[in-house]
């Protein structure tokens, strides 16, 4: 050995040299699920939220508001889950703390009208295999003294509800987390984890509420609805349009025939044209092979699609509502 070059350090006894650990798909899979506390109102509960988390593998917390991450009693309660506070993220609102949720479920004490409703030990399966296929998976916790809202219920695919007493069904916060948390980690132990990417592009919570948006104009533009119907059918399309995770392929039909019927019924109006661009920060599962020109999580263009099979796309300039990758 050159007398200038330096000696590695030897081991101490007794003491093993650190190797290279290949990456864990569990963990993989575990940080594609995160938890979101709609509006909490007491420190302590995050801090024992972030505590359950860390017991079983989830790294990912998101507040909508609720008490500062800073608190002392969050920090107490947070005991040996420092980095589960110090990677999480509050947001101002409910819509931005889902934008890039593929998957997303909600909480509550009692089954909801029109909602599919599972136990806790029969939803875990799920949210594994969702996340393993490569989605970004959302729980919906709500608040202490009211949960969700009706309105924040819609969003989810479906909802957890755990069995307990009838006279007094109600979980404290951080214990629902905890329940939900220990049956996602047994789900994952007890299935085979290969963090697969297989499923194709998949449209999030923010490019969905555009769908929906579309599908509703160009149903009232046709005159199917009015101004007393336009909130049921709007229900309607939320509870078709999150009943599971759509891909873009599929969106790419949808988007389609929301146009199309939107030019038909008022040509100087087709509707929105999804941006070929959208902002770096928005990622889905994968990028398209066949369409290298498109930023990885834009739905395909409606137009492509007929132009693809030979018919002609409408002369009209694109407006209507604005993308959620546009300024006002």
Known sequence: M??????????RSG????????????????SRIRVILVEPQGPRNVGSTARAMRNFGL???????????EHPETKEM????????????????????????QFLVGTTARPRHRLETLLPHDAAPKLIDAASAGLEVGILFGREDSGLTAEEMRLCHF??????AEDYASLNLAQAVLLIAHEIFAASGARTITATRERGRVLDAEWRAVLIDEMLRALEKLRVVHDRTVGPYRQSLERVLTAGPIET??????????????????????????????????????????????????????IELSASEGSSAPN???SGIQSPTESP
């Open 59 to 69: 790294s990912r917390l998101v507040l909508v508001k609720g008490p500062s991450l």
């Open 78 to 101: 947070a005991s040996g889950a420092q980095d589960v506070l110090a990677g999480a993220i509050v947001c101002d609102t409910l819509e931005e703390a889902v934008a890039d949720c």
């Open 249 to 302: 392929r599929d969106a790419r039909v949808l988007f389609a025939l929301a146009r199309h019927a939107q030019a038909v019924a008022d040509p100087s109006n087709p509707g929105t044209r999804p941006p070929r661009r959208p902002p770096a920060h928005k990622i889905l599962t994968r990028s398209s092979d066949d369409l290298p020109d498109r930023a990885p999580d834009a739905p395909p263009d409606p």
């Open 2 to 11: 050159d007398p200038d070059e330096t000696r590695p350090p030897r081991p």
């Open 159 to 164: 909802v957890i509800s755990a069995a307990t």
């Open 316 to 318: 009209a300039t694109s």
């Open 15 to 30: 003491v093993q040299i650190k190797k290279e650990v290949p990456s864990d798909p569990l963990k993989t899979v575990l």
